[in-house]
């Protein structure tokens, strides 16, 4: 819903549960009022409330009053002291900006944004374009709103309206005032192998900065932040999310005024960006999702998972079944034939397997990490009869055919990097810094994605290949291009993610029935940006079943479980050496999309059995991780347990997965509330034989299962008809 008041220039922006107002104020700026709740308009109190924020229109001095003006988008060097939204920067260097409201308009649905991923569909536009009153700046503001979700997606477009070029150095997205700062904000931080950790700390005085500049989303930081109210917990409280539908380096701050109301803003990292943008040029920022919960950080959670699932993931992948995987990576790593690959793939349709996922290695020349990316052949004479033999062997046995690409790399040894050297991000004469011994292609040149597609699509094209794993495995740096002008070098790492959503946009339309997985080495580019492209991604190269439940929370904050790529891997864990029941490893990846990630053929006759009843049991709740709702039941950060349910969106059933992270004794009576069940509704738990209505499994809850560490339970929980 969207309503302009006319006369007082308001404009009320509702979601099912939110209402967000701005108005135009005398001065003519435009001006943040409410975001919270559904509120009924008053006339009255709005102006009450917001004229004490506002500049006056005749006051002479009126433009310091900017510095407490909740605005909707800052602006620098005339009266406001706070961090921009934007910086423009004219012919002469002069670079102060004051955007005044000039016009809006309303219209259905969602803007496209021409090669970034944005919402797809439905909704109700909102967009207020404001001048710069000191430069041929135009801004317009997108706001989008679903009458179904409670996310707000917000961006901003800059236009050159002027015949003189002018160069941008900060471009957000978006800019939202709350009027006090009594939060904590929580972020998703981590490392390779251990991505996306929830930490909350208070907002206090001056700028929390959550951040990359590494060219990607990245491990160390999600770009993402919550506002919790204090008190706020899972199930109960406000909070606010502020997600960025962006892949590459992007900053969010937030930034608590002197008179205590906090700037939050974000998107493309200002650090080190510029962007020349010559007259009647635009320039599109990445979308941000706003989410506003009563319901707890859980309701939040929710909200977003419905909402990329909806409104941002391909619609014809987002509910769509998904393969159960058997991935050769930690089975083999470089050290295969194909003989060793035969065998796991006898062994994975001997267990129920779908899909047999062809992991690194198998191009170039590629024994080690030390060479060949880039060099997108069949390496023959290490898979005697090619790709070909390996998709045809799939077939006989009733599995389709998975592999794995690193499209953006390329190896200083390689046959690429002889013949094009200028293909990868760097200067000459400057020794780049190496991961992984490898370099970043530049996606800034259309010539080099172009080089991209044609050898994938080739690859695609030889043989039955229906499941792509993307990985990327190093972050940029020497940011410099030897394809842009010196006054555009801070344009690289803008243009190459738009380089990468290039790639990923013709690759998945010219291959529409393959199913694309993304991955970063892990999890280092788990955004929603990537899941517009790829329904699912790899979550974190860490596969032990104790870290892995850490990381799926922390994950589960804002992305469906669906999203998540979960396997069970081999003990001791390759990542940590731990040693886990093979039951707990099953259990916790089940709660994504499932997978293996071991040599099939060295499982017991035992576990072979546990294998094909996982698969089985997989299958039966695939629906929950596609469709359900997922609610934390106990959190492993701050407890001796993990506990995670998926519960359907018709309330008939649930799954529960629980792990024992840490025995303490004679903890005999701790229970469990199962959340997010219907009251009304009467449930058998059918592992505890006990049948109780949704309210009592809430209010009382369930004897929590008393295991030894790392032990896990898996509960199926249906309505049982009264
Ligand atoms: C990093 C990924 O996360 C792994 O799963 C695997 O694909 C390796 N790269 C291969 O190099």
Redesign the pocket.
Known sequence: MIKYERKARVFILGGKSFDYVMRVNAAGYLQFVYYGAKIDYSPSLTAAYADTLAPKPDDFNMNMALDCMPSEYGGFGRGDFRAPSAVVVQKDGFCASEFAYASHEIKDGAPALDGMPHVRRGGKTLSVTLKDKTSDAEITLNYTVFDDSDILVKNAVIKNAGADAFELRKAFSFCTELPDSAFDIMRLHGRWANERIPEATPIGHGTVRVESARGASSHQMNPFVALLRKGCSEELGECYGFNLIYSGSFAITAEAGQYGALRVQGGINDFGFSWRLRAGESFVTPQAALAYSAGGLGQMSREYADFFRNYVIDPKKAFAPRPIVV?N?EATYFDFDRDKLFAIIDEAAALGIDTFVL??GWFGKRDD?LSGLGDWFVNDKKLRGGLKAVAAHCAQKGLTFGL?F?PEMISEDSDLFRAHPDYAIGKDGVTPCRSRNQLVLDFTRPDVVDYVFERVSAVLRSCDISYV?W?M?RNITEFFSRALPADRQGELAHRYILGVYGLAEKLTAAFPDVFFEG?A??GGRFDGGMLYYFPQI?TS?DTDAFERAKIQWGTSTCYPASAMSCHVSACPNHQTQRITPLSTRGAVASLGAFGYELDLTKLTDGERDEVRAQIRDYKSISELVLRGDTYRLSNPFDGDYFCVALVSKDKTAAYVVGERVHGVPCDYNRTLKIRGLDPDKLYEVEELGVTASGRTLDGMGVLLPRLPDFGAWAWHITEKKK
């Open positions: 991935n990576w992991d690194d990490d794995w690193e794993k990985d495995n991955c080495g892990g790899w190269d």
